[in-house]
């Protein structure tokens, strides 16, 4: 299958498999028209997760990726693309109903933006929230974001 995709989208598909599971890095150019035909002709039926790497060090730090999982098939397949910092990717919520919360999670720990997102906003931490946790550059001790709370107890809460 990576390889009929790989046939027909050429250099914009780098097929890769890791201990028996396939995944391919797709151009990001590629990405909505893939997951499509993912969905529509390879049976790709649910969207599993879509997370993110961060590589700090690397041109386009980011690894966008998409876990997908065919019921007929019983197969996983892993769909990545890499941006830089601030570049935004199309919104796969047409596509997958599922990748609503999965894209704001995504949005919420690493500041990546999707176009077209219905509700694209916080769903993990406060709105006034400034940074995303999950990137390598975010302190290991946070920048004091607990100081700005009010302290809950069992008397007030």
């Known amino acids: 299958m990576v390889a009929k995709l790989k046939g027909e989208y050429g250099s914009g598909i780098e097929p890769l ?10 151009d990001r150019s590629l990405i909505p028209e893939i997951l499509q035909v993912l969905r529509n002709e390879e049976e790709f039926d649910y969207c599993v997760d879509i997370t993110a790497v961060h590589y700090p060090k690397r041109e386009k730090q980011f690894d966008v990726v998409w876990v997908l999982y065919s019921f007929p098939r019983n197969e996983r ?6 941006i830089v910092d601030g570049e935004s990717l ?18 919420d720990m690493f500041g990546i933006r999707f176009e077209g997102h219905p509700d694209l906003r916080r769903i993990l931490l406060p709105e006034e929230f ?28």
């Open 17 to 26: 498999t890791h201990l028996g599971q396939n995944y391919m890095v797709v």
């Open 77 to 82: 397949i892993r769909v990545t693309t890499r």
């Open 90 to 107: 199309p919104s796969s919520v047409p596509i997958w109903a599922t990748a609503n919360w999965l894209e704001r999670e995504v949005f």
């Open 130 to 157: 400034a940074a995303f946790p999950l990137r390598k550059d975010y302190p290991l001790q946070g920048r004091g974001e607990r100081h700005n709370f009010p302290v809950l107890t069992r008397e007030n809460a």
